[in-house]
Nanobody
């Protein structure tokens, strides 16, 4: 059984910064992809940033130059550094990981979500 635990959300003034963390625990044989999504009220969930082994990080156009995704494989943790935050960034942020949990199965897992609110 694998769990993803997110932290780092909160209330911040426009122009400020936050760093989100997502730690995976359980039976983990490998993590092949990590990403951050967000969902604002009344809107669909959207991909914010992703990182895949052997490739460069990718970002939504709306966050390029402001957000940075990184990971620490030793800690099974992915981070999202968010700078120059805007009110439009207000949303619930979810992490997602593709994890090998056995020799025969790789599955996607989602965190519970953490609220980010940016005030103007």
């Amino acid at each position: 059984q694998v769990q993803l635990v997110e932290s780092g959300g909160g209330l911040v003034q426009a122009g400020g910064s936050l760093r989100l963390s997502c730690a995976a625990s359980g039976t983990i044989l490998g993590i092949y992809a990590m990403g951050w999504y967000r969902q604002a009220p009344g809107k669909q969930r959207e991909l914010v940033a992703s990182s895949t082994f052997g490739t460069s990080s990718d970002y939504a156009d709306s966050v390029k130059g402001r957000f940075t995704i990184s990971r620490d494989n030793a800690k099974n943790t992915v981070y999202l550094q968010m700078n120059s935050l805007k009110p439009e960034d207000t949303a619930v942020y979810f992490c997602n990981c593709k994890i090998r949990v056995s020799a025969f199965r790789t599955s996607d897992y989602w965190g519970q979500g953490t609220q980010v609110t940016v005030s103007s």
